[in-house]
């Protein structure tokens, strides 16, 4: 069946210290979404890309970086430089505009926590 | 800029009760609008969308009419379950041409049996 997986579902970081959040999808959608969710504050969309290679920055991108080398794949690495890491992170894909699609699919989510 | 406000929970029903979460936008446009549920420790599920004013989105027993007059989506159901429980979000896709997504903060639903 096709779908996003996400990986590791749980993870702990020591303060400092650099870690990535692997997401696959195997839909054949362009776009893909990385997503952080904090109790009570609903989504908020850290970067996105459209097509392979390319990415955009979303509202909260400081301390995240991205890469999108494969149409199936958008890690998403959470730098020393995020000042509060830990939350519930979740990726999502969609297929392109042009097919009448606007849904998002959505993994299962990784949960980070910084030690 | 685009928003979507939702009534804050948490809702709690008795089962077999009718359930009503509001929730409203501001946008330029005519954006498509959806509720996704998200059950504990999992990502979201799309629930139902509508892409343009007085559609309907329905699915297992939820509806929600987007209505441009008022700029709602609010999500109802005539009898919730236990099964029901889970946490609410209601979105839209911009049509500022960046392909954004806005969510709410979420309702969490808590049916009692």
């Known amino acids: 069946d096709g779908g996003i997986t996400q990986s590791p579902k749980y993870l702990f970081r020591k303060e400092g210290q650099n870690v990535t959040l692997s997401c696959e999808q195997n839909l054949n959608h362009d776009a893909m979404y990385w997503y952080r969710q904090d109790p009570g504050q609903g989504l908020r969309l850290i970067y996105y890309?459209?097509?392979?290679?390319?990415?955009q920055k979303g509202d909260i991108a400081e301390g995240y970086s991205v890469s999108r080398e494969k149409k199936e794949s958008f890690p998403l690495t959470v730098t020393s430089a995020q000042k509060n890491p830990t939350a519930f992170y979740l990726c999502?894909?969609?297929?392109?505009?042009?097919?009448?699609?606007?849904?998002?699919?959505f993994g299962a989510g990784s949960r980070l926590t910084v030690l | 800029g685009d928003s979507v406000t939702q009534m804050e929970g948490p809702v709690t029903l008795s089962e077999e009760a009718f359930l009503t979460i509001n929730c409203t936008y501001t946008?330029?446009?005519?954006?498509?609008l959806f509720w996704y549920v998200q059950y504990p420790g999992e990502g979201l599920q799309l629930l139902l969308k509508?892409?343009?004013?007085?559609d309907k989105g329905s699915n297992k027993g939820f509806e929600a009419t987007y209505r441009k007059e008022t700029t709602s989506f609010h999500l109802e159901k005539g009898s919730v379950q236990v099964s029901d429980s889970a946490v609410y979000f209601c979105?839209?896709?911009?049509?500022?041409?960046?392909?954004?997504?806005?969510f709410g903060t979420g309702t969490r639903l808590k049916v009692l049996a």
């Open positions: 999502a894909s969609r297929r392109p505009l042009r097919s009448g699609a606007n849904v998002l699919t």
């Open positions: 890309s459209q097509i392979v290679n390319d990415f």
């Open positions: 979105a839209l896709r911009s049509t500022s041409g960046t392909y954004k997504y806005i």
């Open positions: 946008a330029t446009g005519y954006p498509s």
């Open positions: 509508a892409t343009k004013a007085d």
